[in-house]
């Protein structure tokens, strides 16, 4: 399962630092990815890390949101800075996790259950 926190409500400009773990017995996470959920909005794509440490993000957090993880971990963080409140939205990490089963590797694509960012002054 992944377990997000980090979460909060944060004026206009601040910062904030979200993490994810995952725990549970598999042989391997691949994709790790952050989405958003904004009120009366579908959920959107933020950020994604592959295991190598490859980045992608969307435009509107370019520059501002970094994505990164610690493979040691199977910990994915989210760094939000110069925050605006467009950016208000229940936040979700999302894992690709292999496991062995019957000697066979199976992909299974593990959500967080979302953390509440607010951003108000």
């Known amino acids: 399962q992944l377990q997000a926190s980090g979460g909060g409500l944060v004026q206009p400009g601040g910062s904030l630092r979200l993490s994810c773990a995952a725990s549970?017995?598999?042989?391997?996470?691949?994709?790790m990815a952050w989405y958003r959920q904004a009120p009366g909005k579908e959920r959107e794509l933020v950020a994604t890390?592959?295991?190598?440490?490859?980045?992608n993000s969307q435009d509107s957090v370019k520059g501002r949101f970094t994505i990164s993880r610690d493979n040691a971990k199977n910990t994915v963080y989210l760094q939000m800075n110069s925050l605006k409140p467009e950016d208000t939205a229940v936040y979700y990490c999302?894992?690709?996790?292999?496991?062995?089963?019957?000697?066979?590797?199976?992909?299974?694509?593990?959500w967080g259950q979302g953390t509440l960012v607010t951003v108000s002054s």
């Open positions: 999302n894992a690709e996790v292999i496991i062995m089963t019957s000697g066979l590797p199976r992909h299974y694509a593990y």
């Open positions: 549970g017995s598999f042989f391997r996470i691949n994709d």
């Open positions: 890390i592959t295991s190598g440490g490859s980045t």
